[in-house]
């Protein structure tokens, strides 16, 4: 039998331990969990940065937050977010990002982009090591804009030579070794780049087994098919066996995001690992002096200028053209673009662009409001444990393989970090559009980063920088 007085000593322990067991305490929220599928009222207690409890029993911590008719999601992470600054990731957290990473073109050199957002960021950041960049370095030439960096250059015209593709191939890797999360390739932007060039970037990925992220080749490249520029990479992703993220099927696929998704999930199932993203919108937006609107075709009206809001025309295109800057790119169908919303494996992400002033495509500030107000509730086009697993488990599993920070992220399990989102299912909505972008999501009640608030009862916290570098951690095989 155990002595009464070591009885009360527990008892003791337990009571002093009781006042003060968890930094901060989240009560009565709708815990929602993709992974296990937990849908319950629980309490969350959270200890230096990491969810150390969740019950259904009561808690108490030294900060106390009341859920009661909230969801308590993992935080979102965006796997396309080009806005890596603090203003953009402002916009972002507002919209429940705690993650927010740029994949599509990715960065050039990666250590010194990571070193350059240390203790400035407000949610989680990093990138892939970028393909144009890396390319851009071989050619002598003034540097580029920094996101595009050099999407006006002739040199993304080019074809590399045989010294030159070696060497890209080395820039790349090294952006690899220091932490960056596969390779970034947008080779629509670089149409010098031969099938050959983009085949060795597979070559590489596959070496060290990371993903290649890319937006795929211009149809008008390859005799005006959408579908020939998937094809293309779905084989180099089966010949080398590296795994493949196809961004924004859908304004690459558009109409044809129906058969190009049957051609993904077919590889898919013959054991290529391959996965792709959608952003909930009709409208793209891009540079307007980059590669993608050389010899335009289209109908100008469809364009419009983030700058001014205003549609083009001819000779306002080319006024703005050899001005630069960011357009829209209206004209997609709303059908497609709810199909591809719903399908259950296309993830969330963004796409987001960052801030002019106040302009910008309003994806890069109500995504994700937007996928669970407008998507899952009012059209219910998805359920709202689907939709929450595409934005939170969906893009953690496409990085953890490579990147084990990401296997304690997107999910609310105990051990895991508290990147968390806390928002109201009946009112929760983007509020960003294309004349006025520069407006943050409503619904997103509290968002925490490492178990610190960047979002507190509806407002933005300022100078609060708990965001820290994602980095992969690679071998080569
Ligand atoms: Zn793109």
């Known amino acids: 039998m155990r002595p009464a007085w070591l009885a009360i000593a527990i008892s003791c322990v337990c009571a002093v331990a009781h006042t003060a067991a968890y930094d901060l305490v989240i009560l009565n929220g709708r815990v929602m969990d993709p992974e296990s599928g937990l849908d319950a009222v629980r309490n969350v207690g959270i200890n230096d940065g990491l969810i150390s409890k969740i019950t259904a029993t009561q808690i108490r911590g030294e900060r106390n937050l009341d859920a009661r008719g909230l969801v308590v999601a993992p935080g979102f992470i965006d796997l396309h977010a080009h806005g890596q600054d603090v203003r953009s990731n402002r916009f972002q957290a507002a919209d429940g990002v705690t993650t927010a990473l740029e994949l599509e073109i990715g960065r050039y050199p990666i250590a010194e982009f990571l070193a350059s ?176 609107f050389e010899n335009y075709q289209g109908d100008y009206a469809q364009l419009q200028w983030t700058a001014t809001g205003e549609r083009l025309t001819e000779a306002s295109f080319n006024q703005y053209r050899a001005q630069g800057g960011w357009v829209i790119i209206h004209g997609r169908s709303e059908d497609t673009n709810t199909w591809l919303i719903a399908q259950e494996d296309v993830m969330v992400a963004s796409d987001g662009v960052p801030f002019v002033g106040e302009f910008s495509h309003p994806r890069s500030a109500g995504t994700f409001a937007r996928v669970l107000g407008r998507y899952s509730r009012d059209k219910r086009a998805l359920e709202l444990m689907s939709a929450l697993k595409k934005m939170t488990l969906d893009p953690a599993a496409r990085l953890q393989a490579f990147t084990p920070v990401m296997r ?40 925490l980063v490492k178990g610190i608030a960047v979002v507190k009862d509806n407002e933005l916290v300022e100078d609060v920088f708990p965001g820290e570098a994602i980095r992969s951690e690679l071998s080569r095989i």
Do not use: C, W
């Open 117 to 292: 957002r240390e203790g400035q960021a407000p949610v989680h950041y990093g990138a892939t090591s970028a393909h144009i960049a890396a390319r851009l370095d071989l050619f002598d030439r003034e540097d580029g804009d920094g996101f595009f960096s050099g999407s006006r250059d002739a040199s993304n015209s080019q074809r590399l030579t045989d010294e030159q593709l070696p060497a890209m191939i080395a820039n790349v890797e090294q952006g690899l070794l220091e932490g960056g999360l596969g390779v970034g390739t947008g080779i629509t932007y670089v149409p010098g780049a031969s099938h050959a060039e983009i085949f060795e970037l597979f070559r590489l990925a596959a070496s060290y087994k990371v993903p290649v992220f890319t937006h795929i080749r211009q149809a008008r490249y390859m005799g005006g098919d959408r579908l020939a520029p998937l094809q293309e990479v779905l084989a180099d992703a089966a010949a080398t066996g590296a795994a493949l993220h196809v961004v924004h099927f859908n304004s690459s696929l558009d109409e044809d995001a129906r058969i190009g998704l049957e051609m993904l999930r077919g590889v898919r199932a013959a054991g290529v690992d391959v996965t792709t993203e959608s952003y909930p919108y009709t409208a793209g937006s891009s540079r307007i002096e980059s590669a993608l």
């Open 408 to 447: 304690l992220k997107g999910r609310m399990q105990e051990g895991a970090h508290a990147d968390i989102t806390i928002f109201d299912p009946a009112t929760v909505l983007d509020r960003a559009t294309y004349v006025q972008p520069a407006q943050t999501s409503r619904g997103i009640v509290h968002v």
